[in-house]
């Protein structure tokens, strides 16, 4: 399975920008799929996930901002940003996780800059 994201860019602060993340191929229905960051300097770190039961958890500094989606039906998983910060720069990963394997996407860079 290869994992295609798009969405990235440059943004404002207060700025909104939309994740997506298309898988090339349909996978078992039993999966995880998710949003990673790594900024400069620092390690990777869990942005959100999402089951495919719809459950979802996201990092503490992203709550209330961001939200995590899912289309199954597209394989497609999507993550919209809102009221975005300098601090969410980063270059943002996809992920997917079912019993075959783990599989990640190539990264998209954002940057929030005025």
């Known amino acids: 399975v290869q994992l295609q994201a798009s969405g990235g860019g440059l943004v404002q602060p207060g700025g909104s920008l939309r994740l997506s993340c298309a898988a090339s191929?349909?996978?078992?229905?039993?999966?995880?799929m998710g949003w990673y960051r790594q900024a400069p300097g620092k390690q990777r770190e869990l942005v959100a996930v999402v089951s495919s039961a719809g459950i979802t958890n996201y990092a503490d500094s992203v709550k209330g901002r961001f939200t995590i989606s899912r289309d199954g039906a597209k394989n497609t998983v999507y993550l919209q940003m809102n009221n975005m910060k300098p601090e969410d720069t980063a270059v943002y990963y996809c992920?997917?996780?079912?019993?075959?394997?783990?599989?990640w996407g190539q990264g998209t860079l954002v940057t929030v800059s005025s």
């Open positions: 992920r997917l996780t079912y019993y075959k394997g783990d599989y």
């Open positions: 191929e349909s996978f078992f229905k039993i999966n995880t």
